[in-house]
Nanobody, 124 residues
Framework: QVQLVESGGGLVQAGGSLRLSCAAS????????MAWFRQAPGKERELVAT???????YYADSVKGRFTISRDNAKNTLYLQMNSLKPEDTAVYYC??????????????????WGQGTQVTVSS
């Protein structure tokens, strides 16, 4: 059974930075498509960033140039470096993974494994 555990969320002032981590256990996910999603109160879950098996990345327009998705295969861990944070980035952030390898996938229902989420709050 695959488990994803996020960490690194918290309260930060606008303009600040946070790094989220997603530690995977149960199997190696170094070749799997993985992603970060977020959900703000009263809004639908939205894609933040995704990384393919080959390392290609995709970012939502709202975070492009500010966020960076990366993975450490040796640690079986996915990261999201978030810089220049804005109040509108406030949300619960979720790590997700697909069972298989492949190209970038943007739709939440296409992901098989999910973490429990970590709260990110950006104050103005």
């Amino acid at each position: 059974q695959v488990q994803l555990v996020e960490s690194g969320g918290g309260l930060v002032q606008a303009g600040g930075s946070l790094r989220l981590s997603c530690a995977a256990s149960g199997r190696t996910l170094s070749s799997n498509v993985m992603a970060w999603f977020r959900q703000a109160p009263g809004k639908e879950r939205e894609l933040v960033a995704t990384i393919s098996s080959g390392g290609s990345t995709y970012y939502a327009d709202s975070v492009k140039g500010r966020f960076t998705i990366s993975r450490d295969n040796a640690k079986n861990t996915l990261y999201l470096q978030m810089n220049s944070l804005k109040p509108e980035d406030t949300a619960v952030y979720y790590c997700a993974a697909r069972r298989g390898w492949g190209a970038i996938v943007k739709l939440a229902p296409s992901y098989d494994y999910w973490g429990q989420g970590t709260q990110v709050t950006v104050s103005s």
